[in-house]
């Protein structure tokens, strides 16, 4: 048991018998009332992200979440088969168990799979990947970085240098044209 004073970005709580992982959480002290605590949670099971407030020192369920690193080995029709490094032992999972990221596996990619009570939570992919990019389209003529800035650049020049009133003939009281 924990208090939501003791909350981290990253931690993982049970709530409801579902396991979440906490992705951004505030203490907020308003002027009346008492203090409360507004977090992010990501679902483990889903991937969905949900709001919840608690009150300031109430107390939450930690999950003990076993983390460990993986190669990925292979794949075998639908399943990727991967193996620790430590004892070599190996597990098959499914696309689905994977998620969306599975397009981005190559072979020895180290990955993080996420236990909780025996059963697997998630998997967690590298970060950065290197590819090679094999064709692209032609781009667009002034579809630049560059080419929106000159346009900003231009538009903005056109803004700041107004004639004065006082310039054209009439009294100087209101400086620029609006």
């Not at 951004?24 to 002027?31: C, I, L, N, S, T």
């Amino acid at each position: 048991m924990a208090s939501t004073s003791d909350f981290k970005n990253g931690i993982t709580i049970v709530m409801d018998g579902e396991v979440y992982q906490i992705k951004e959480f505030q203490h907020v002290k308003p002027g009346k009332g008492g203090a409360f605590v507004r977090s992010k949670l990501r679902k483990y099971s889903t991937g969905q992200v949900i709001e919840k407030t608690w009150r300031a020192g109430e107390s939450v369920d930690i999950a003990r979440v076993e983390r460990r690193p993986w190669n990925f080995s292979y794949k075998e029709g639908d399943d990727y088969i991967f193996m620790e490094m430590e004892n070599f032992e190996q597990i098959t999972l499914s696309e689905a168990q994977i998620g969306p990221g599975v397009k981005f596996l190559k072979d020895n990619s180290e990955v993080i799979l996420s236990h909780f009570e025996g059963r697997l939570l998630g998997v967690d992919l590298p970060d950065t990947i290197e590819a090679r990019v094999v064709s692209t389209d032609p781009g667009l003529k002034g579809d630049t970085a560059f080419g929106r800035l000159q346009a900003r650049h231009h538009r903005d020049r056109r803004h700041r240098h107004r004639t004065p009133l006082h310039q054209r003939g009439r009294p100087h009281s209101r400086g620029y044209e609006e």
